[in-house]
């Protein structure tokens, strides 16, 4: 980079934060704001205060830098609301999609860290897990929302507190009334937040930990979103020729409720059911390893079933109070090399939507995959060495914004022809 690109790009730093910071009433918010940023930004191996001070010059100032991202009292949410409007304008979303992600710890003393499962590291382990919101679509995806997830054992309401944690709540700035709420509550929270800020996505991208929430999909629903989400093997459901019978009344007692004849089975069950003859071939994007294609690289390749279900369960039965149980999509990826199929996916989306889009939609989650590898490789988002609540949603929030530049970078400069990751 010649030395006036990279003035241009200190110059759009700098424009970019002034906007993301426009409430701030403090000239010292704004410059420890944009420097915290820059620090991000920088090469280094640690994205942590004291390393990006010692790389910052003039702005290394770590007392001050510490200060703005633990204890300045200036609002998250307001920061990330515009960082919202501005990348749905960079971006266009699709979708929006939602997921989590572990912040490995050592020690006990941070806000809300336990031994809990984390995909970061694939077991349970000692860590906090944020979740978190993102807008995207097939080019390019941005956290916009954040939430720290509070484990049962830190709420003092719970019977499974523990008391050492529950003590250290006050001293973490934990805020009193805040309870656990499970990972996909706060997935739909985060949308209707998103949604108050003036922006409309219309389909919600999510995995099996969500997806197997029934909750989770009914509150999708009821928010009148549409939905491709991953499921585990167990979720169940009838094939969509199923129908509710009414048993004959007794004249007596309660009047019948209507019910399927037979059981409803495991998704999984029902592809093996339609079987290897039923997957189709479908490719859906780009890779990033050399390949024959247009850009000379490879396309992502696979066999897929799709198969029109009405998915059962306590929680399904009792929203829908006795009703026919609605239609959905099952997708299914099964590999010409594999003996059963591999992977799974429920969608709401018409019964007119095309196997290609159904894939497509479903393989566009690994966005966010991209979106955590960057943040937490480049640009220091597990990197927090601060203890408190507020230091948490501060700092997520300034890599989110770290991360909206490097995104807006790489859209300006790509070729018109290809699509930038």
Same mark, same amino acid.
């Given at each position: 980079?010649?030395?006036?690109?990279?003035?241009?790009?200190?110059?759009?730093l700098v424009? *970019?934060?002034?906007?993301?910071?426009?409430a701030?009433t403090?000239t010292?918010?704004?410059?420890?704001?944009?420097a915290?940023?820059?620090?991000l930004?920088?090469?280094?191996?640690?994205?942590s205060?004291?390393?990006?001070?010692a790389?910052?010059g003039?702005?290394?100032?770590?007392?001050?830098?510490?200060?703005?991202?633990?204890?300045?009292?200036?609002?998250?949410?307001?920061?990330?609301?515009?960082?919202?409007?501005?990348?749905?304008e960079?971006?266009?979303?699709?979708?929006?999609v939602?997921d989590?992600?572990?912040?490995?710890?050592?020690g006990?003393?941070?806000?809300?860290?336990?031994?809990?499962?984390?995909?970061t590291?694939?077991?349970?382990?000692?860590?906090q897990? @944020?979740?978190?919101v993102?807008?995207?679509?097939?080019h390019?995806?941005a956290?916009?929302n954040w939430?720290l997830?509070l484990?049962?054992?830190?709420?003092?309401?719970?019977?499974q507190a523990d %008391?050492?944690?529950?003590?250290?709540?006050?001293?973490?700035?934990?805020?009193?009334d805040?309870?656990?709420?499970e990972?996909w509550q706060?997935?739909?929270?985060m949308?209707?937040? =998103?949604?108050?800020?003036?922006?409309?996505?219309p389909l919600?991208?999510?995995?099996?930990?969500?997806?197997?929430?029934?909750?989770f999909?009914l509150?999708?629903?009821?928010?009148?979103?549409?939905?491709?989400?991953?499921i585990?093997t167990?979720?169940?459901?009838?094939p969509a020729?199923a129908?509710?019978?009414?048993?004959?009344?007794? @004249?007596?007692g309660?009047?019948?409720?209507?019910?399927?004849?037979?059981?409803?089975?495991?998704?999984?069950?029902?592809?093996?059911?339609?079987g290897?003859g039923a997957?189709r071939?479908?490719?859906?994007?780009? @890779?990033?390893? %050399?390949?024959?294609?247009?850009?000379?690289?490879?396309?992502?390749?696979?066999? *897929?079933?799709?198969?029109?279900?009405?998915?059962?369960?306590?929680?399904?039965?009792d929203? =829908?109070?006795?009703?026919e149980?609605?239609?959905?999509?099952l997708?299914?990826?099964? %590999?010409a090399?594999?003996?059963?199929?591999?992977?799974?996916?429920l969608?709401?989306? %018409?019964?007119?939507t095309?196997?290609?889009?159904?894939?497509?939609?479903?393989?566009?989650?690994w966005?966010?995959e991209?979106?955590?590898?960057e943040?937490?490789?480049?640009?220091?988002l597990?990197? *927090?060495? @601060?203890?408190?609540?507020?230091?948490?949603?501060?700092?997520?929030t300034?890599?989110?914004?770290?991360? +909206?530049?490097?995104?807006?970078?790489?859209? +300006?400069t790509?070729p018109?022809? +290809?699509?930038? =990751?």
């Amino acid at each position: 980079m010649t030395p006036g690109e990279l003035d241009q790009v200190r110059e759009d730093l700098v424009a *970019f934060t002034a906007e993301m910071f426009d409430a701030f009433t403090r000239t010292d918010q704004h410059r420890w704001g944009q420097a915290y940023v820059r620090g991000l930004l920088l090469d280094g191996r640690r994205k942590s205060v004291e390393p990006m001070a010692a790389r910052l010059g003039e702005d290394g100032n770590r007392q001050a830098l510490a200060h703005f991202v633990t204890s300045s009292p200036w609002d998250w949410t307001h920061v990330r609301a515009r960082l919202a409007w501005r990348m749905h304008e960079e971006i266009d979303p699709t979708v929006l999609v939602v997921d989590d992600t572990g912040f490995l710890k050592d020690g006990d003393a941070s806000a809300c860290v336990s031994r809990q499962y984390t995909g970061t590291a694939g077991k349970v382990t000692n860590c906090q897990v @944020g979740v978190s919101v993102h807008l995207a679509r097939d080019h390019a995806s941005a956290p916009v929302n954040w939430r720290l997830f509070l484990p049962r054992s830190w709420d003092r309401g719970s019977d499974q507190a523990d %008391p050492v944690k529950v003590a250290r709540r006050e001293r973490c700035g934990i805020p009193a009334d805040l309870g656990h709420v499970e990972k996909w509550q706060l997935a739909l929270d985060m949308i209707d937040e =998103t949604r108050s800020w003036g922006l409309d996505v219309p389909l919600v991208l999510a995995d099996a930990g969500y997806g197997d929430a029934a909750a989770f999909r009914l509150g999708l629903n009821r928010r009148g979103l549409n939905y491709v989400v991953g499921i585990s093997t167990t979720p169940t459901a009838h094939p969509a020729d199923a129908r509710p019978v009414t048993p004959p009344c007794s @004249g007596t007692g309660r009047l019948s409720v209507p019910k399927y004849p037979d059981p409803a089975r495991s998704v999984k069950a029902l592809v093996v059911e339609a079987g290897r003859g039923a997957a189709r071939p479908v490719r859906w994007r780009e @890779g990033s390893r %050399p390949g024959t294609s247009r850009t000379g690289r490879k396309r992502m390749y696979s066999r *897929f079933v799709a198969l029109r279900i009405r998915p059962a369960g306590r929680e399904i039965r009792d929203a =829908t109070k006795g009703v026919e149980l609605a239609e959905c999509w099952l997708l299914a990826e099964w %590999p010409a090399k594999e003996t059963e199929p591999v992977q799974f996916w429920l969608s709401d989306l %018409p019964a007119t939507t095309a196997l290609t889009t159904l894939v497509r939609l479903a393989k566009l989650r690994w966005r966010i995959e991209h979106d955590y590898r960057e943040m937490k490789q480049a640009l220091g988002l597990a990197h *927090f060495e @601060g203890r408190t609540f507020t230091g948490w949603h501060h700092h997520v929030t300034l890599v989110s914004l770290a991360h +909206a530049f490097c995104t807006m970078r790489r859209l +300006a400069t790509a070729p018109k022809d +290809a699509a930038p =990751t």
